[in-house]
Nanobody, 115 residues
Framework: QVQLVESGGGLVQPGGSLRLSCAPS????????MAWYRQAPGKERELVAR???????YYLDSVKGRFTISRNNANNSVYLQMNNLKSEDTAVYYC?????????WGQGTQVTVSS
């Protein structure tokens, strides 16, 4: 079965940048959208950014102007460029692929923003 392999998380100081990557291990058919979610301890999961098959994007208000979601249609990879990171961005970030049938989820990658 196809797996979503995430990378790019880590520890960064406030104001720093990270780029998260999500690469499927194989071909995925029937993709409707790709997205990044995050969940901080004691908090509910929230949608951070989403890009549809048509290229439309959505961003959580608190990350607008700082985060950019992009995709590679050839291999279905999805990326999240995160700039000017804040402590409030600290969370486990999960890649998501909405498709025909059950969604695919990445394993999660920790992003910690701290001085």
């Amino acid at each position: 079965q196809v797996q979503l392999v995430e990378s790019g998380g880590g520890l960064v100081q406030p104001g720093g940048s990270l780029r998260l990557s999500c690469a499927p291990s194989g071909s995925i058919f029937g993709i409707n959208a790709m997205a990044w979610y995050r969940q901080a301890p004691g908090k509910e999961r929230e949608l951070v950014a989403r890009i549809t098959s048509g290229g439309s994007t959505y961003y959580l208000d608190s990350v607008k102007g700082r985060f950019t979601i992009s995709r590679n249609n050839a291999n279905n990879s999805v990326y999240l460029q995160m700039n000017n990171l804040k402590s409030e961005d600290t969370a486990v970030y999960y890649c998501n692929v909405a498709k025909v049938g059950p969604d695919y989820w990445g394993q999660g990658t920790q992003v910690t923003v701290s001085s």
